[in-house]
């Protein structure tokens, strides 16, 4: 089995700074992309940020500017660091490794259980 462990966020004043970070553990052979999503009350799960194996770097719009996603493929973590921070980024913040490899079986798609970030006004 794999999990997604998160830790990092918290409450926060508008035009601060957070930082959350993932770390997959198991028998794990490859993971092609890690990232994170997010889920503020009542509105559907988004992207935020996902980076592959490439290094291949994909941001939300409302995000490009404010957010960094970095990830240690040889630690398998992924990290978010967040600036500039607004009420509307208020939810929870799941990290995703996509294309997760544990030999012998079929890749797949692990989420962790969230993390609640709160931005107050």
């Known amino acids: 089995q794999v999990q997604l462990v998160e830790s990092g966020g918290g409450l926060v004043r508008a035009g601060g700074s957070l930082s959350l970070s993932c770390a997959a553990s198991?028998?794990?052979?490859?993971?092609?992309?890690m990232g994170w999503y997010r889920q503020a009350p009542g509105k559907q799960r988004e992207l935020v940020a996902t980076?592959?194996?490439?290094?291949?770097?994909n941001y939300a719009d409302s995000v490009k500017g404010r957010f960094t996603i970095s990830r240690d493929k040889a630690k398998n973590t992924v990290h978010l660091y967040m600036n500039g921070l607004k009420p509307e980024d208020t939810a929870v913040y799941y990290c995703?490794?996509?294309?997760?490899?544990?030999?012998?079986?079929?890749?797949?798609?692990?989420w962790g259980q969230g993390i609640q970030v709160t931005v107050s006004s």
């Open positions: 980076v592959t194996n490439d290094g291949n770097i």
């Open positions: 995703t490794a996509e294309g997760v490899v544990v030999i012998p079986y079929p890749h797949r798609d692990y």
């Open positions: 198991g028998r794990i052979f490859n993971i092609e992309a």
